[in-house]
């Protein structure tokens, strides 16, 4: 018996808890918003975080093929809009190869995936995955990294023009965009996890799902790391249910 359900405020508590463990704390991520990173780092970064990129909206289309709930694929749709573009809006996916350009990167080589690290594409691969083939509500709910992600580009937004004055400012759009977005996102994302994850093992199980995305970005980290000179001080942290 897993015991009584927490209350919607204990259970939102433990889930914002977990982002003690999320990438904004490993050591190459400080390394880049400290302006330690030289540029073949951050060039690596860039290009290998297309790979997740390029595989957001490809991980959103496998949870509305899944989900029955109109009502949620009408929310859910437009953050594939929102990556692939649509009318005038070139969309996040373009604002990232024009931050890859800003940083000295050819786009076609980018496009390309040569420098995609297979650590990177293990990872990315498993999250696709497990939207395609989890429940949909339990994909749903691991999109709640999103919690987390505002404060990341913040940093970002602050350090890098300081720490990096031969990057072109305009190709932080990314960062400036998803600022608002992400919080759009996760208000969605969280109240259907409060609603939907009602039991106690529920709960639990979302803490779980929490984590293994959490996992997912500090593992692509961690291939970036060792490939491009970060020595590493540890695991992520494990944060108590």
């Given at each position: 018996m897993s015991g009584t359900a927490w209350s919607r405020e204990e259970?939102?508590?433990r889930l914002r808890r977990q982002g003690k463990a999320y990438h904004i704390h490993?050591?190459?991520?400080?390394?880049?918003?400290?302006?330690?990173a030289d540029p073949e780092q951050?060039?690596?970064?860039v290009a290998n975080r297309f790979y997740y990129q390029i595989n957001i909206p490809v991980k959103d289309a496998a949870i509305l093929s899944n989900?029955?709930?109109?009502?949620v694929r009408r929310n859910w749709v437009q953050r594939i809009l929102d990556h692939d573009g649509y009318g005038d809006e070139p969309g996040g996916i373009?604002?990232?190869?024009?931050?890859a350009e800003a940083v000295g990167l050819a786009r076609d080589s980018v496009e390309s995936l040569r420098e995609?690290?297979?650590?990177?594409?293990?990872?990315?691969?498993a999250y696709v995955n497990f939207a395609r083939r989890a429940p949909w509500p339990e994909a749903v709910c691991s999109s709640l990294t999103e919690l987390f992600a505002p404060e990341i580009h913040k940093q970002r937004l602050a350090n890098w023009p300081e720490h990096y004055p031969w990057i072109d400012s305009a190709g932080l759009r990314y960062f400036q965009s998803r600022v608002s977005l992400a919080r759009r996102d996760v208000e969605f994302g969280l109240a259907f996890t409060l609603d939907h994850f009602d039991t106690r093992a529920m709960q639990e199980r979302a803490l779980d799902i929490l984590k293994f995305k959490l996992d997912v970005l500090w593992q692509m980290s961690d291939a970036m790391a060792v490939r491009y000179g970060v020595p590493l001080d540890g695991a992520p942290l494990e944060v108590p249910a």
């Amino acid at each position: 018996m897993s015991g009584t359900a927490w209350s919607r405020e204990e259970f939102e508590a433990r889930l914002r808890r977990q982002g003690k463990a999320y990438h904004i704390h490993h050591p190459f991520n400080v390394l880049l918003n400290t302006g330690g990173a030289d540029p073949e780092q951050i060039r690596g970064w860039v290009a290998n975080r297309f790979y997740y990129q390029i595989n957001i909206p490809v991980k959103d289309a496998a949870i509305l093929s899944n989900c029955p709930d109109r009502a949620v694929r009408r929310n859910w749709v437009q953050r594939i809009l929102d990556h692939d573009g649509y009318g005038d809006e070139p969309g996040g996916i373009e604002s990232w190869l024009r931050l890859a350009e800003a940083v000295g990167l050819a786009r076609d080589s980018v496009e390309s995936l040569r420098e995609v690290l297979p650590g990177v594409r293990f990872a990315v691969d498993a999250y696709v995955n497990f939207a395609r083939r989890a429940p949909w509500p339990e994909a749903v709910c691991s999109s709640l990294t999103e919690l987390f992600a505002p404060e990341i580009h913040k940093q970002r937004l602050a350090n890098w023009p300081e720490h990096y004055p031969w990057i072109d400012s305009a190709g932080l759009r990314y960062f400036q965009s998803r600022v608002s977005l992400a919080r759009r996102d996760v208000e969605f994302g969280l109240a259907f996890t409060l609603d939907h994850f009602d039991t106690r093992a529920m709960q639990e199980r979302a803490l779980d799902i929490l984590k293994f995305k959490l996992d997912v970005l500090w593992q692509m980290s961690d291939a970036m790391a060792v490939r491009y000179g970060v020595p590493l001080d540890g695991a992520p942290l494990e944060v108590p249910a």
